[in-house]
């Protein structure tokens, strides 16, 4: 189970991670997307930042607790927990932050990709230490 919400996590970040890269591209090559749906547009900035958060936190922190039962580490859930806060950090305040001109919106884009990036590497630390103690754990 725990590999399960570990993995689902792990795509849930990169879910995100492809949105903010492919974003622009589809937009630049469509003018009629450009002018509807641009990378720097409300909608795609905190809207979607927001949901996705909505799925992420949950799976990740049930991952992580069952994780942490069998391995007994810290380490994945620092590293993951490191990641989600960059995630929730740039959800909650990018928008005010940009508004005032303190963060630009390529800043707020490497910080959620950045974010992600943590994020999985936390859970991809958690699905290894899990695998090398080769317990079965009964939240599995």
Same mark, same amino acid.
């Given at each position: 189970m725990q590999l399960f919400f570990d993995r689902f996590a792990i795509? !849930?970040?990169?879910?995100?991670?492809?949105?903010? $890269? /492919? !974003?622009?591209l589809v937009a630049g090559l469509i003018p009629l997307l450009a002018t509807t749906i641009y990378h720097g547009s409300t909608l795609h900035e905190f809207w979607f930042h927001q949901f996705i958060l909505l799925f992420i936190l949950p799976v990740s922190i049930v991952a992580l607790i069952a994780g942490r039962r069998c391995h007994k580490k810290y380490v994945p859930i620092?590293? /993951?927990? =490191?990641g989600l806060f960059i995630l929730v950090f740039? /959800?909650?305040f990018a928008e005010? !932050?940009?508004d005032r001109h303190i963060?630009?919106?390529?800043?707020? $884009?490497?910080?959620a990709i950045i974010g992600g990036i943590?994020?999985?590497i936390g859970h991809l630390l958690n699905v290894a230490? =899990?695998?090398k103690?080769?317990?079965?754990?009964s939240v599995q």
């Open positions: 795509a !849930l970040s990169s879910i995100c991670a492809l949105h903010c $890269v /492919a !974003l622009p620092l590293i /993951a927990a =490191t740039n /959800a909650i005010d !932050l940009i963060l630009s919106h390529s800043a707020e $884009v490497w910080l943590i994020h999985a230490a =899990t695998r103690t080769r317990v079965t754990c």
